[in-house]
């Protein structure tokens, strides 16, 4: 099997070192292993940002590091460590999305403080071990993403991004320029206009926009029969058939819209995005020496 020469893991010393004088672009996705109802894989959050990356890499040039499956549970601030240890002991089977917070099974999550020390350690390395010029960090979850755009902000001593939706961050760390981005950053505009023409509240947990991008991964990364609660458990519930008042999860109509085409265009949408933002990046770098 032909070797993908992008990847981090896959290059030899020379190699690695001629990818990187050829772009000085690092790449990196974060996201947990999380529950993202019945139909789609746990690697969901873990998945979109890796191949992202890779994607993207294969137009910039670069190099993307391993997948990243450490992230942490809860928007800002985060769950500390003891917030963690309690939510191990919550109620598994319910639905939490409507009631309250309920266990993160069968979901991996780690700390805040953890993750904090493996982000920054990571953009350490990046940046004075290795010394790449760009580097490029994807929180394909949301406190992930938060979380990246904190540290960076924390470093160039300015204001935290204070929403989710705010958009890219970019900010300096130790001569290195980053790029620290949500996943849904790149492709914010084209959700908003497929969710206000087919009666789509939000970008819900595990909706359509996710499953969408878990399927333009890999189709048979998606499930669809297993919200049938007739034939399967259904961890957190079974879906209602149409939103409650204040949705806080997807509902069987809305798994019903989802069509091929719609995943491939939201990744090239996404995608395209991406790779224009980080070659002005990179290209203003390069010009500035």
């Avoid at 395209?272 to 290209?283: E, G, S, T, W």
Wanted: contains cysteine; hydrophobic residues 35%; glycine residues 6%.
């Amino acid at each position: 099997m032909a070797r993908n020469m992008h990847k981090y893991e896959e290059l030899t010393p020379y190699e690695f070192d001629r990818e990187k004088e050829r772009a000085s672009i690092v790449y990196v996705g974060a996201g947990p292993l999380e529950y993202h109802e019945e139909c789609n894989i746990l690697g969901l959050d873990t998945n979109k940002g890796y191949y992202w990356c890779l994607a993207a890499a294969e137009q910039t040039g670069g190099i993307v590091f391993p997948m990243l499956p450490i992230a942490p549970a809860g928007h800002r601030p985060h769950w500390n460590r003891e917030q963690m240890r309690e939510a191990y002991k919550l109620p598994r089977f319910r639905d939490h999305y409507e009631e309250g917070l309920g266990s993160i099974y069968p979901g991996m999550f780690f700390s805040r403080e953890a993750c904090w020390a493996v982000y920054e350690e990571l953009l350490e390395m990046f940046a004075d071990e290795l010394e790449f010029k760009l580097c490029v960090f994807i929180g394909s979850h949301s406190p992930a993403g938060q979380l990246i755009k904190e540290i960076v902000a924390t470093h160039n001593g300015v204001e935290v991004p204070a929403s989710p939706t705010a958009g890219v961050f970019y900010g300096d760390f130790h001569g290195m320029r980053v790029i620290a981005a949500n996943s849904s950053d790149y492709c914010r505009e084209f959700l908003k206009d497929f969710n206000e023409k087919n009666g789509i509240p939000s970008n819900l947990h595990g909706g359509m926009w996710e499953m969408a991008m878990n399927y333009a991964i890999n189709p048979d990364y998606y499930h669809p029969e297993y919200l049938d609660e007739t034939k399967y458990p259904q961890h957190f519930g079974a879906l209602r058939e149409d939103y409650a008042e204040i949705p806080k999860r997807p509902c069987k109509k809305e798994f019903t819209l989802f069509k091929p085409e719609f995943a491939y265009e939201l990744k090239k949408v996404l995608v395209d995005n991406m790779v224009a933002d980080v070659l002005k990046n990179y290209k203003e770098i390069t010009e500035e020496k």
